[in-house]
C-alpha cells in the first residue's frame, strides 16, 4: 500500500485540480436548464476513464446519459467487481446559505466544499484514481472490473432503470460494491448492510380559481393553505408513529442476530453539537437509529403557497403544494405504501378544495446484505487494514433505489460503502469532503481489488 | 352633471393616458428596491395636484411620503370633505399569472389591467380628476377639500400613523371618505359602513441548524415542516372557528337595526361562477357575509420551506415560516388578539423546534359608521342619482387600519366608498378597473362635492 499511496501523494495537486474540474459541471439532474451540464460532464468522464485504459460506453436513456466503463482483461477465472456512483448531483437552494458558490469548489481546512464533494462526485474520483493507479503500477487489474456512473440517482435513476434489462449481460458481476454511503467517525470505518426504500410523491391543494385578498374573502372561501395543513398535520399521531392506516402492516422485527450484528450505538450530544438539535423526530420512546434505521417515515421536504417575502401580503393563494417522501422497510412494497398514502390523503380533502397528487419517479425497494458475504468481508478487511480499526456493520437510513434492481440483474451480493460523513451536508448547503478521506477511500478501493484478485472465483 | 361628462368624454384619451402614467410606477410600498419608484410616485402626483389648482405638500415620515393637498377658497362656513387615496400597491407575484405585466397598463375589454388599477390608483385619479373638472368649470370648489394620498396603506401606514398627532390642523375636516372599497353589482351601488380590523404575524420554526438529508435524518429529528403543519392546523376546530382560546370573548352581536341596515344578501352561484369554488370557509353554518363581515378570522397567508422546485428534494429544512393575518370586528382589541395568538402559538411548539412570532405594523381596529350621518347620506343620494338604482348599505371584509385613527385625528365623520367589485383581483394577478366604472366614480365624486356644498357647515 505504501507505494501508492506515495504515488498519491506525488500526484495530489494533478488529482486534486482534475476533481475540481469534475465539481465544476452544475450536473443537477432534476433542473432541465442543466441537461446540457450533465451531457458535458458524461463526456468528460467517458474520456478521463478512456484516457487511464478502461472500455467505455455512455448509455443513452429518456434521461441523462450513464457512463459505463469496464477492464475485463483478468478472464473468467477472476472475479468481477461492478462499481456504483453517480455525477448527478442535488439542486443547490438555498443558495443564499452557502458560503462560497456551490459550483466553484473551494478548499478550506482540509475539506473541499462544493455541491457534490461527498454526494458523489468526490467517492466516485477516489474510485477511478484507485483503478488509474492500479492501473499504472501492475499495467493491468487483478480482477475484472465495471463501473456504472449514473446520472439519475438524485432523480431516483428511473433512466438507468428502463434499460437495466437491456444491460444484464454487460453488467453481470459477482460483486456489486456502491460507492455512496459512509462511515461512522472520521476513525471508525464501517459497512452498510442495508438502505431505506423510498417513495415521493407531490400533494397539490386548489380552492379558488385565483389568488383573493384574505380581507373580503376571509371567513367566505375555504384557505388552500388551511386545506394543506390539515391534511399534512393529519399525517402523524400525537406520538410520532405513522397515522395512516396499513401504513405499518409489512415491517419486519429485527432478527436478534440482526440487532446483535448491527452497531446501533448513538452519541446525542455529538448529534446536538453537529446539527444544533437533540433527535427528537420520528416514534416517542424507539431508540434514535432504530427509528432512522428499522423504521420508516413519512417527511414533508417542502411547503410552498401565498406570500414569502418580507413584509406581509394579505393573500389567500389559489393553491399550495406539499412534498412528501416516505422511507420504507424491507418487506414493506412501494407501490403498495404509496397507494395508502394517495388514499389517506385523498380520503381527507376539505370541501371546496381539490387535490392532485403525483408520484415522482424513483421509487425503490430497501435492501439488506448479509454480513458473511465475501464482498463485505473483503470491504470490512480493507476498511480495517487503511483505519487500523475495527470495522462497524450499519444500516442506511436513506435510499438508493437503483441498488436492489441493480443486484439483481447484475446477478451480484452488494455492499454499500463509502467514505462520507454526517457533516458533509449531502443535500444542504456548503456541502463538503475531507480531502484526507479521499486518500483513504483511494487507498480502501485499492485494498479491495487486491484482496478479491487473490481469490478464485469461487 | 350633463356637462362633466361631455367634458369627460371630451378628455377621455388624455385622462386615461395620464392614469397609464400613475400606473406604471412600480410603487410597492412593502419592497424596498422599490423605494426610489414610491419616491417618484408621490413627486408626480404632488406635481400633477399642483398643477390643477391644489396646495401641495409631501409629508415625510420613517416610510413612504405621503401626499397631502387642499383647496381651502370654500372658507370656514363651508363644510370640509377630507378624501383618503393611496398610491402604494402590492406585490406583483406570482408573477407569471399575470396576462399582461403588471406595469405595463393594457386596456382590454373596457377594463385596465395594472397592479393598482383599482387598489387604489384608479380610485385616486378618478378623484382628482373630478377635482379638477369642477376647479376647471367653476375656479373654485363649493366646499373645502382635503385629500391624503397614502404611500403605506399596503403595509399598514404604520409612515401616516407616526405623524398623524402632528398634522392634526391640517387634516381637520367634517368628513372624510375614504375611496378604497366598492360597490355590489356593476348597476347596484353601495356604501360601506365598517371594515374588519387587522394583525398580521410572521411565525418562523427553526429545527436543525442546517438542512438535512430526509433519508440520514427522518426519523432523527424533528422536521420543521411537521411541527409548523401541527401548529398551524391546530388554529381551527374542526367546525371552522378560530381554536385559540379567549379569541371571541369581545365580539359583539349584531343589533337587530344593524342586521335590517345592512345588506346580507349573497349570491353562491354568482360567486362560484367568479371564483371557482363555493364558499366553504369559516365557521360552518353561519351565513357566508356574517363570516365576512361580522366574525373574526384568521387566515395563513404563506407557508415557505423545504424544496418547491419541479421534481423532488428529499431535505429536512432547517426552518420553515408561515404569514399569519386575523381580521377583527368591533370591540375586538387588535393587541391584546395578538397576544392571544402568539401565546397560543408558543404554548405549541413542539420538541426541538424553536418559535419565533413578529409582529408587523399596519394593526389596527374594526370601524363602524351609522347610516344616518350627514356623509353616508349624501353619499347614498350620488351613487343614487348616478346608478339610477337605490344605494345599499354593507361592510367591508377587509381593513383599512389608518382608518379610525384618521378619523379620529380629524375629527371627521367617515364613509367608506368607492367604485370596486370582486372579481377586479385586488392584491392578485390580473389587477383590472372598468373604464365605465372609472368614470361613474367621478360623477359620484363631483356630485358629493356638489351636495355638501349645498348645505351649510352645521
Chains 1, 2 share one sequence.
Not at 442535488?90 to 455541491?115: C, H, S
Request: proline share 7%.
Amino acid at each position: 500500500m505504501q507505494t501508492l499511496i506515495e504515488v498519491y501523494e506525488h500526484d495530489k495537486e494533478r488529482i486534486l485540480n482534475e476533481l475540481m474540474t469534475f465539481l465544476r459541471f452544475p450536473s443537477v439532474s432534476s433542473e432541465e436548464k442543466h441537461r446540457d451540464d450533465m451531457l458535458a460532464c458524461s463526456a468528460w468522464l467517458e474520456e478521463y476513464l478512456q484516457a487511464i485504459g478502461m472500455h467505455v460506453e455512455r448509455w443513452k436513456s429518456s434521461q441523462h446519459p450513464i457512463v459505463f466503463a469496464s477492464h475485463l482483461e483478468a478472464g473468467p477465472d477472476k472475479p468481477t467487481l461492478l462499481l456504483y456512483n453517480h455525477y448527478d448531483v442535488q439542486p443547490v437552494d438555498p443558495l443564499d446559505l452557502w458560503k462560497t458558490p456551490p459550483f466553484e469548489p473551494t478548499i478550506r481546512e482540509g475539506n473541499v466544499y462544493a455541491r457534490g464533494a461527498s454526494d458523489n462526485k468526490g467517492q466516485c474520483f477516489y474510485a477511478i484514481q484507485a483503478i488509474k493507479m492500479l492501473l499504472q503500477r501492475d499495467g493491468t487489474l487483478p480482477i475484472n472490473l465495471k463501473m456504472v456512473i449514473d446520472g439519475g440517482e438524485e432523480v431516483g435513476s428511473s433512466g438507468l432503470a428502463e434499460i437495466l434489462a437491456s444491460k444484464k449481460e454487460q453488467l453481470r458481476a459477482d460483486y456489486l460494491a456502491v460507492l455512496d454511503v459512509g462511515i461512522l467517525k472520521p476513525d471508525i470505518p464501517a459497512v452498510t448492510l442495508g438502505t431505506r426504500g423510498l417513495i415521493t410523491l407531490t400533494l397539490e391543494v386548489q380552492g379558488p380559481s385565483s389568488d383573493l385578498h384574505s380581507g373580503s374573502h376571509g371567513g367566505l372561501v375555504n384557505n388552500p393553505l388551511h386545506a394543506l395543513t390539515t391534511m399534512l398535520a393529519m399525517l402523524h399521531t400525537p406520538e410520532g408513529k405513522v397515522a395512516i392506516p396499513g401504513f405499518y402492516d409489512d415491517v419486519a422485527d429485527l432478527s436478534s442476530q440482526e440487532r446483535q450484528q448491527l452497531d446501533f450505538s448513538f452519541d446525542t450530544e455529538a448529534y446536538r453539537s453537529e446539527f444544533g438539535v437533540l433527535p427528537y423526530g420520528g416514534e416517542k420512546g424507539v431508540p434514535p437509529l432504530e427509528r432512522a434505521w428499522i423504521y420508516p417515515t413519512l417527511e414533508i421536504n417542502g411547503i410552498m403557497g401565498g406570500y414569502g417575502g418580507s413584509g406581509f401580503k394579505t393573500v389567500i393563494p389559489a393553491k399550495a403544494t406539499a412534498k412528501i417522501s416516505c422511507r420504507l422497510v424491507p418487506q414493506q412494497d412501494p407501490h403498495r405504501t404509496e397507494l395508502l398514502v394517495k388514499k389517506f390523503l385523498e380520503a381527507n380533502v376539505p370541501e371546496g378544495i381539490t387535490a392532485t397528487i403525483t408520484s415522482h419517479p424513483g421509487i425503490g425497494k430497501a435492501m439488506r446484505t448479509s454480513p458473511s458475504s465475501k464482498i463485505v468481508q473483503a470491504a470490512s478487511q480493507a476498511y480495517e487494514e487503511v483505519f487500523g480499526s475495527p470495522c462497524h456493520y450499519i444500516l442506511e437510513g436513506g435510499s438508493i433505489p437503483i441498488v436492489p434492481e441493480l443486484a439483481q440483474t447484475s446477478s451480484s451480493e452488494a455492499v454499500l460503502m463509502g467514505m462520507t460523513l454526517p457533516g458533509d451536508n449531502a443535500h444542504a448547503p456548503n456541502e463538503r469532503f475531507s480531502l484526507n478521506r479521499f486518500k483513504q477511500g483511494l487507498a480502501v478501493i485499492t485494498r479491495i481489488i487486491d484482496l478479491l484478485g487473490t481469490t478464485s472465483k469461487f
